[in-house]
């Protein structure tokens, strides 16, 4: 099907990367094991080190070090919050009453190393733009959560929940991590009953509630918890498309170059697509992908004129749809639109994760 497709450019395929068994065990449960692992990861003497403000940039560094991208101030700001009401384990802080854990980069800050950063705790259907730093637990959905930003270089734009086992929908979750807890937060008040048989429950609900307004409160500069969803706002206004996860993309348009829409609705093109994935044969796949192979010919016409923007919608539908026998065509059209737009690390993560794509959560923890 994809052989006599015209590829954009040389394709690279993915690296072939070592799998890790090593399943996400909790840190010790004692407050010294979890100094030790902290101080053999950063140097710092014990946990209220870690949680001092005076350490923030460091912690920052080191982890933006290992994933080559800018954590924003938020992401250190949660860790020290679970640090203080956990300091024995502070990534299962939230575990009980909220039931999420903090996973992804978070587990270097629990002192593990990770082999393989840009596929540790990415699901099968995360794109580049996300980058997973809370999971929920028990979750039949693979609900999962972490920040979404357009450009590798930038900071994130907010915070969107994905159920990768239902859909590849990404929803707004909130501006920044603190916002998001304080949400849930309040969201599970208002779902748990006044009776006396779920008391404990509420009572953790609100205590956990009143930590966070504190520390909030505490924070230079003040953290904001009330979601207005500025960001999500601003980035909306900026973006062009849809794409399948309802995010549409973000690219620099200027004198109408930079971007052209896909000449289908995302509708339509779900049907084809849908089509292609269900044929039994090969031969049955090429004729269909016909429609489709047109649309990555319109492409490399847009790349020939600044419109990179074209490629990037297209690859990450291609790649959103889930079906094996698209991912050569996003493993050609994403490189090429991320090498483009200046975005070079997000075509490295995406070779990666078609290279080593998985569909059962438990075979992304890639510890060592």
Sequence with gaps: MMENMTPPNEDKPGKKRKTDDAQDEAPSATKGKFQKSIQNSFGFKNSSDVSSASNITDLLTRVSSVYRMEFPHDFSLLWRFCVQICPSCPKKALLDPLGVSLCGPYDILSGKEISEPFLHCRYYLDPPEVQTVLTASNSSEQLHYGYFRDDPNKMPAFVVSAKSSKDCVLRYAGDNLL??????????????STDSS?????????????????FAATCDPVVQLNCKEKNFRDRKRKSQGTT??????????????????????????????????????????????????????????????????????????FFLQGAECFHKAAGKLL??????????????????????????????????
Excluded at 179 to 192: A, D, P, Q, R, T
Excluded at 246 to 259: E, T
Excluded at 275 to 292: N, Y
């Design 198 to 214: 779920v008391s404990n429950e509420r009572n953790k609900l609100t205590n956990l509630k009143s930590k966070l307004e504190k």
């Design 244 to 317: 399948f996860h309802k995010l549409g993309i973000s690219v620099y348009v200027k004198n109408d170059i930079g971007y052209r829409p896909i000449h289908h609705d995302d509708a339509t093109l779900r049907k084809m697509m849908q089509k292609v994935a269900q044929c039994e044969s090969q031969s049955e796949r090429v004729a269909a992908f016909g429609p489709l192979h047109e649309q990555i010919t319109f492409v490399q016409f847009a790349n020939d004129e600044s419109d990179f923007g074209m490629g990037l919608e297209l690859g990450l539908n």
């Design 179 to 192: 916002e998001f807890i304080y949400k849930e937060i309040n969201l599970k008040l208002s779902k748990v």
């Design 335 to 368: 490189p090429t639109a991320y090498k483009f737009l200046k975005r070079d690390l997000y075509a490295e993560i995406i070779e990666k994760h078609l290279a080593k794509r998985e569909k059962d959560p438990t075979n992304i923890l890639y510890l060592k």
